[in-house]
């Protein structure tokens, strides 16, 4: 009797434990409900996270690859316009420190003038054009331009080659000697236009001889027409240097007071420059 009082208490203790039956403070017994499984995600939950991250990562690449073209297209239109400012730069000086030097020709024959310069090349736009000119208003005043125009250069003005005539060739002083080098700080410059670069090149000595290279550099790229204008000392506008009217040997001397470049470029349009010849 004893034994079996025994095995019922420990078959009570038993399932009191496996239920797990705990007292809470009303006094009742209450059976604790089973810990459930740990869960993972779904195979559709998944998916929509990928597919998510798709289009975030989409979406972050197309802002990412159109900063990297601005970027890049603001850098090229920098890059053009340090290129062009730095050639206006340098045909703004040299035709402003043009000296009254003429030269001989490559035969020793006779003399070139200190200035020969054509009307230019191609042909100007008709639409208004800009002014940014950097002498007085009087002379503003008097430099309307004749847009519409044509100018061919091949007047059998000097050239650099044999197929191609120079548009400008001048004298100018100003020539920076700090190798202090045996020669002189005048400088003879000439400008041609091959195919739609413009050309700047010079010699080291003024008076040349046949078989004498040039140093040559690239000015502008991507031009599209040029044009030259002079102005006489009668305030008159002249389409080549030196007019005709004007004989030897004042023709050799003789500079204009002020030149007027109109340039044209392919992407960047056109620039004008009014420049005053100084002395």
């Known amino acids: 009797m ?3 009082h025994t095995v019922k208490n420990a078959h009570s203790l038993k399932d009191a434990h496996a ?15 089973p810990r459930a499984a740990p869960r993972g995600f779904t195979l559709i939950e998944l998916v929509v996270a ?50 009254p030097r003429p030269v001989r020709d490559p035969l020793g024959q006779s ?4 200035l020969r310069g054509t009307g230019g090349i191609g042909t100007i736009s008709t639409s208004k054009l800009g002014s940014a000119s ?13 847009p519409g125009m044509s100018f061919n250069s091949n007047s059998g ?6 197929s191609v005539a120079s548009l ?6 100003g020539w920076s000697n700090t190798a202090g080098q045996q020669r002189s700080t005048l400088q003879r410059v000439s400008y041609t236009l091959v195919d739609d670069v413009l050309k700047r090149s010079y010699t080291t000595s003024l008076d040349t001889v046949l078989g004498t290279t040039p140093v040559s550099q690239d000015l502008f790229t991507g031009v599209k027409a040029i044009q030259l204008r002079y102005l006489d000392g ?43 010849v100084a002395g």
């Open 157 to 162: 003005f000097g050239s650099n080659s044999t």
């Open 111 to 114: 003399r070139l003038p200190a």
């Open 19 to 33: 239920n797990k039956i705990v007292k809470r403070g009303t006094g009742r017994l209450t059976r604790r409900p």
């Open 234 to 276: 009668n305030q008159t506008w002249q389409s080549v240097w030196p007019p005709a009217a004007l004989q030897q040997p004042d023709s050799w001397w003789t500079r204009p007071t002020a030149v007027e470049v109109i340039i044209e470029f392919k992407d960047w349009g056109r620039i004008r420059r009014l420049i005053e």
């Open 168 to 173: 400008v060739d001048l004298t100018r002083v």
């Open 2 to 4: 004893k034994n079996a």
């Open 134 to 146: 950097s002498s007085s208003s009087s002379l503003l005043a008097s430099s309307s331009a004749s």
């Open 50 to 99: 990928l597919l998510i991250l798709g289009i975030m990562s989409a979406l972050g690449y197309g802002t990412y690859r159109a900063a990297r073209i601005s970027a890049e297209r603001t850098e090229e239109s920098l890059k053009r316009s340090r290129e062009i400012e730095f050639g206006m730069r340098v045909m703004v000086q040299d035709f402003a420190e043009m000296a």
